[in-house]
């Protein structure tokens, strides 16, 4: 089955780490757009961190710069949202997407056409 599966959310302290994984099957990570996005209720999916693949290059979120990094392993076909001196806003549901068409980590990261998207990871911070 193609998707993208994701694990590694929780509670986690204010102030604290957590690292959220993101498994690819049936497709290869490593040759498509990545991100990270998230959805708190009221609010807009929010895109955190996205690499384009043609470039190389990252586009940060200022809600998550200096605090969130995005990888990925490509032997493990896995992502990575390393979310580093968390705050109680960062509450949210935090997805991983991926998108084949060639596009900058600017617009993978505004934008909803992605090709596949994970099942969603609750993360709560608490104060």
């Known amino acids: 089955q193609v998707q993208l599966v994701e694990s590694g959310g929780g509670l986690v302290q204010a102030g604290g780490s957590l690292r959220l994984s993101c498994v690819a099957s049936?497709?290869?990570?490593?040759?498509?757009?990545i991100g990270w996005f998230r959805q708190t209720p009221g609010k807009e999916r929010e895109g955190l961190l996205c690499?384009?693949?043609?470039?190389?290059?990252?586009y940060t979120a200022d809600s998550v710069k200096g605090r969130f990094t995005i990888s990925r392993d490509n032997a493990k076909n896995t992502m990575f949202l390393q979310m580093n001196s968390v705050e109680p806003e960062d509450t949210s549901t935090y997805y991983c997407?991926?998108?084949?068409?060639?596009?900058?980590?600017?617009?993978?990261?505004?934008?909803?056409?992605?090709?596949?998207w994970g099942q969603g990871t609750q993360v709560t911070v608490s104060s």
């Open positions: 690499i384009s693949n043609s470039d190389g290059t990252t």
């Open positions: 997407a991926a998108l084949s068409i060639s596009a900058s980590a600017q617009d993978m990261c505004a934008n909803r056409w992605h090709d596949y």
């Open positions: 049936g497709f290869s990570l490593d040759a498509y757009n």
